[in-house]
């Protein structure tokens, strides 16, 4: 089992900046690929950007050169923003995919944190 605890969410005026963090525990060893999500009210959840154990990214074509994914050694998995544009408003959710043998992959997910961002 792996547990998400995401912090960093809130409010601020389009334009500005947020920085988002997620802290894994529990069977981190696990851990292969990290990431963001997120939902916007009416609509499916969808990904943001994702890291690999390797550093390698990938990011929705909405926040490529807004957005900056990073990950540290202890598996604590970031989000900065930038240019922050209404349209960004979500509940975003911190993912990592954990791999056992016996399990396969899974999905593990944090609780999510409200992002608004005022016009």
């Known amino acids: 089992q792996v547990q998400l605890v995401e912090s960093g969410g809130g409010l601020v005026q389009a334009g500005g900046s947020l920085r988002l963090s997620c802290a894994a525990s529990g069977s981190i060893f696990s851990i292969k690929t990290m990431g963001w999500y997120r939902q916007a009210p009416g609509k499916q959840r969808e990904l943001v950007a994702v890291?690999?154990?390797?550093?390698?990214t990938n990011y929705a074509d909405s926040v490529k050169g807004r957005f900056t994914i990073s990950r540290d050694v202890e598996n604590t998995v970031y989000l900065q923003m930038n240019s922050l544009k209404p349209e960004d408003t979500a509940v975003y959710y911190c993912?990592?995919?954990?791999?056992?043998?016996?399990?396969?992959?899974?999905?593990?997910w944090g609780q999510g944190t409200q992002i608004t961002v005022a016009s």
């Open positions: 890291i690999t154990g390797g550093g390698n």
């Open positions: 993912n990592a995919v954990s791999y056992q043998i016996a399990v396969g992959p899974f999905d593990n």
